[in-house]
């Protein structure tokens, strides 16, 4: 995958109860799960309060521009999971919402902006990645949140890492510590070698029309 320069403007996008902060008494729980080699989780437990969550630092969220944000996390014992993002300060308040079972989740809050372009992919070993775009109407100032999505004391959701950038798709994941960090857009690049034409700069592909029993799938050719 060739993906564009982008920004984490997450500053501690590896969830751990040192950087995550609990909303009203959330309970959160260090893992060491080490996903992917460096992604070791937290437990997010319900106190009895829907909108309980393991939230991020505050970040200043541009009225009328286009976001995306992504979430790895894994199924813990609550059946949902519930993202969350609130600004009681701006006019009109932030108020926007994700939530349900990790095949299902949906918009279930849109106050003071829209949610679009959720798509939910299961990787390997249970982890879970949701990716999603928003836009706030007002300018907002205020932290996108984790939680179980569950009324029920000592349900939990395993949060494994967060991801916002501007833009209206989500890319891969970029580590920061403690300030927003950027990856540089990928290049593509080839060699002038027999094969690949350099007086004309131009590659040849070949496909079978009907079978590819006896053939190659795809073939690359001098174009010179």
Do not use: C
Not at 55 to 80: H, I, M, P, Q, R
Not at 99 to 122: F, L, W
Not at 159 to 174: C, F, K, P
Request: no cysteine; net charge negative.
């Amino acid at each position: 995958m060739i993906e564009p320069e982008r920004t984490n403007l997450v500053l501690w996008p590896r969830a751990s109860s040192a950087h995550w902060r609990p909303v009203g008494t959330t309970k959160i729980t260090d893992l060491a799960l080490n996903a992917f080699r460096m992604l070791q989780g937290i437990s997010v437990a319900n106190d009895g309060q829907i909108w309980h969550r393991a939230k991020l630092s505050d970040y200043s969220y541009v009225a009328g521009t286009t976001y995306s944000a992504s979430v790895w996390y894994a199924g813990g014992t609550a059946n949902n999971v519930r993202m969350a993002i609130l600004d009681g300060s701006a006019a009109p308040i932030t108020n926007l919402a994700l939530e349900g079972a990790p095949d299902s989740i949906a918009a279930v809050i849109s106050s003071g902006g829209t949610i679009s372009n959720i798509r939910n992919t299961a990787l390997d070993g249970g982890i879970w990645r949701l990716t999603f775009s928003f836009v706030t109407t007002a300018d907002a100032t205020a932290a996108w949140g984790v939680g179980p999505g569950s009324t029920v004391v000592g349900e939990d959701v395993v949060v494994l890492g967060m991801q916002v950038e501007m833009g209206d798709a989500s890319t891969g994941y970029i580590d920061a510590s403690g300030s927003p960090a950027s990856r540089m857009a990928d290049m593509q690049s080839l060699s002038a070698t027999e094969w690949y034409g350099a007086a004309a700069g131009t590659i040849g592909l070949v496909a079978p029309s009907e079978t590819y029993q006896d053939d190659a799938l795809l073939e690359l050719v001098s174009a010179s």
